[in-house]
């Protein structure tokens, strides 16, 4: 039986954030949004109140959803802090690190005989830390971990780091997992001693297994 999630408020974030270059270039990553997209109708299924910040991605709001999109990471920190108090959020999104210190307002030229383009990057705000060290931090703060290697080790390294009761690490760069696919594979820790593999197998299937752990967390 699936643990109920009635009368509790989620905020998900889903997609990446796209960081301007100048009108026509952004910096950007592979998240699709299918894996956050199915954390918030999995949780709308359950009849928890969701508020879901999408990034740019082309699909449809799961039923019962509230959605706001957004591109950039400041636009998502701005959604997500605004969408506090909640009783849990969950870091779905692929948020850029980085962005370009300003945004061209006009197209950059090509110029003849240039060759090279330097773009000076800046740190973009980490919206999980920083929800996670807020005065109206929510009971449950969970995240995601996109990895290439070393899975494990980096993904307690941002469940200290960064304060959080769950991190739900996946592989990416494999076929069949991670960005894109419809299908993933989790290994979830927890503060609490948690490490528990999910999957592989669809992300819907996923995404309500990750909310069993949540709502036995908020009970
Ligand atoms: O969208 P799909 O195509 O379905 O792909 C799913 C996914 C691979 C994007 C998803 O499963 C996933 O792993 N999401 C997190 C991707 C990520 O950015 O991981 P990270 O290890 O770089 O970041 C760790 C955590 O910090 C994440 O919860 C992220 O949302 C958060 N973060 C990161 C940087 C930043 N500036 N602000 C953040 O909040």
């Known amino acids: 039986m ?16 796209f960081e301007d270059i100048d009108p026509v270039r952004f910096i950007g990553n592979r998240s699709s949004g299918k ?47 605004a969408a506090l108090p909640v009783d849990a959020y969950i870091g779905a999104a692929a948020v850029a690190d980085w962005r370009p210190r300003a945004i061209a307002p006009n197209k950059m030229k090509k110029t003849a005989g240039v060759d090279t383009l330097a773009l000076e990057l800046v740190r973009t705000p980490d919206i999980l830390a920083e929800v996670a060290a807020h005065a109206a931090r929510p009971a449950l703060v969970v995240g995601f971990a996109a990895e290439t290697e070393d899975v494990e080790r980096y993904a307690r390294g941002k469940l200290a780091a960064k304060q959080l009761d769950l991190i739900a690490a996946n592989r990416v760069g494999v076929a069949g997992a991670g960005f894109e696919s419809d299908d993933n594979l989790l290994t979830v820790f927890g503060r609490d001693g948690l490490a528990r593999e999910l999957g592989p197998a669809p992300k819907i299937q996923l995404a309500d297994a990750l909310l069993d752990l949540i709502a036995e967390r908020l009970s």
């Open 2 to 17: 699936t643990a109920a999630l009635a009368g509790r408020r989620l905020l998900v974030s889903a997609g990446p954030t």
């Open 35 to 81: 894996m956050g997209f199915a954390v918030a109708d999995a949780a709308a299924r359950r009849g928890a109140e969701v508020l879901l910040v999408a990034g740019p991605v082309h699909l449809a709001t799961p039923a019962g959803v509230q959605r706001v999109d957004v591109r950039s990471a400041e636009q998502m920190r701005a959604a997500v802090l």
